[in-house]
C-alpha cells in the first residue's frame, strides 16, 4: 500500500511563491507516474501536473503553465510541486497522487496541503 503525504502549504500573498512536498512510502515510487491535483473552495477537484517515472516527461493544466513546476527526487521517494507568481484564483487543498489508472483518476492519494493566496 503507497502512503502519500503532502507539505509545504500556507498563507502567501499574491505573486509569492510556495514549494509543495508529496513523501511517498510503500509501493514503487520510481515506476509510478505522479500528479498534483487541486480543489478549490466551492469547485470540483481539477488536474494540476504531472510527471513520468523518471521525470522526463511532465504535463500542465493550462492554468499553471510557465507558473508552475513539477519535479521529483526517486532517491528520496519525493515529488515537489513549485508555484511561482501565485494568484488568488489557486487557492485551494492540493493532493499529490500515484500511479494513476486513467489522466485524472489516480490509485493513491494523499490527504491534501492547503494553499491560500491572499490579495
Known amino acids: 500500500q503507497v502512503q502519500l503525504v503532502e507539505s509545504g502549504g500556507g498563507l502567501v500573498q499574491t505573486g509569492g511563491s510556495l514549494r509543495l512536498s508529496c513523501a511517498a512510502s510503500?509501493?514503487?515510487?520510481?515506476?509510478?507516474?505522479m500528479g498534483w491535483f487541486r480543489q478549490g473552495p466551492g469547485k470540483e477537484r481539477e488536474f494540476v501536473a504531472a510527471i513520468g517515472s523518471s521525470g522526463g516527461t511532465t504535463r500542465y493544466a493550462d492554468s499553471v503553465k510557465g507558473r508552475f513546476t513539477i519535479s521529483r527526487d526517486n532517491a528520496r521517494n519525493t515529488v515537489y510541486l513549485q508555484m511561482n507568481s501565485l494568484k488568488p484564483e489557486d487557492t485551494a487543498v492540493y493532493y499529490c497522487a500515484a500511479d494513476p489508472r486513467s489522466p485524472v483518476l489516480y490509485n493513491y492519494w494523499g490527504q491534501g496541503t492547503q494553499v491560500t493566496v491572499s490579495s
Open positions: 510503500g509501493g514503487s515510487f520510481s515506476t509510478y507516474i
